[in-house]
């Protein structure tokens, strides 16, 4: 007999819907087609000792399974459910009408229990899109699933609950659709805070504009003078995410796996710092079988990366194009993925080999080596970097003061004005959130800056010697700066503070 269940695979951060046509027939034997790969093949165990576990068996026939379609790649183990299902029915260890009337995704344990397995949001997605009366899943996965409306969700802990709800309509019950995502206003409170940083008032004011409108942050200064300090207080004080951010975020970790059991949407910015020993596979994204790497792990927040001079040169070259894109593509033999990767990069390194500035007057030898130093970040990386600051050290008198600095939350809420007058002004546009999304037609149309302000940045220009990319993300920048000052014009003091950003580029080429 022949029957036709249904599963879902993963490619980039959508679902695909799978059919999986099981025919049982005379003979024995156990064929598995439809490019599956080892954790698939290895179901056959794991369904045979779940099946004798819940009170089924076996059947000792031909069995012969094909997941269609054939071209798309499968992996994993989300499939042992729906093949299991499907191995009860068309054997007639079963009888049920409503079987191929739900999407089904679980691995299974030899004792008949149900894992968790990735992806679930996609997946639920796709079930709601297709129309599915509902979509049977294990318990772990049900939170991440009901976040999707109308959708029925069944999170079953065993083998043996998913057989009797098919058979009897009884003992799984639908979890309440949370629908529209929840979103509290989660203060920076487990946070460290802005207030324990002293000085550094530029520097704050650099981040502040960062988190504003999403821009690239590169802080240079000596040991000690708090930058990696400032970075970690960046997430206490950045805007929260928008149900449409929120959903992206939690699809990318969905996919990856990197979701708790029993968690539902995310819904703080995520902040990655990975070390500078990782790969540029580990960064991008990669393996047999595409997984979203350090970049799009950041979609929507910020990737830190600390020390920058000593992250591989080829690990920062391939930045640069998700960089400007803000979506990769990996293409590998059996598949190729597209992940979303819109991230604040926010940076720091020293400005020289030894730690410290370099003096007043130095040596040749001394700029040599310092040269050799910086260009280990590569020009082109550095033109995409909005923002770049030198941060000097803080003087005694000021970190032994006692004067008290702006809280975070202070900063916060001139963030979130900020970036509510950017959500406002680009609710049109599905991909753009904040300024530094901009492109260059939304460029032209919401940086336009007054005549008196147009040679101001024509000297910029060419004091600096700035590029054209330069000049746009400069634009950028004086849009958040005029936001953060609710102003819907950029004015020429805007413009002036965001071309002092930008100075640090030609200093060091
Ligand atoms: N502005 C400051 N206010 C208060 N404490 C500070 C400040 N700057 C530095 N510190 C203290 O110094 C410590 C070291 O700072 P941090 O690690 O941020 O330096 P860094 O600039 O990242 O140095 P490195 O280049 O060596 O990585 C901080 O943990 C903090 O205790
Ligand atoms: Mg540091």
Redesign the pocket.
Known sequence: MLVIVFGAALLGVEAYLIRIEVNIDRGIAYHLVGLPDSAIRESSYRISAALKNSGFRMPGKKITINLAPADLRKEGSAYDLPMAIGILVASGQIDSSTFDKYLMVGELSLDGGLRPVRGILPIAIAARDRGFKGLILPLANSLEASVVDKLSVLGANKLSEVVQYLRFGTGLKASPATGAVVLEDIPGDDFPDFS?????ETAKRCLEIAAAGGHNVL?V????????????RLPSILPTMTNAESLEVTKIHSVAGKLAENRGVLNRRPFRSPHHSISSAALLGGGAYPMPGEISLAHNGVLFL??LPEFKRGVLEVLRQPLEDRFITISRARAKATYPSSFMLVA???PTPG?SFLGENPDLSSIRSAKRYVSKVSGPLLDRIDLQIE?Q??PYE??SAHVGTESSQTIRQRVSRARSMQECRYKVYEYLHCNAQMKVKEIRRYCTIQTEAQGLLKQAMESLQLSARAYDRILKVSRTIADLSECEKIRTEHLAEAIQYRGMDRLWI
């Open positions: 324990e940083v002293k000085g550094q802080m200064g000596p040991p000690g003078s708090g930058k990696s300090m400032l970075a970690k600390d020390e720091s390194m020293n730690g941060v050290s803080v000021k970190l």
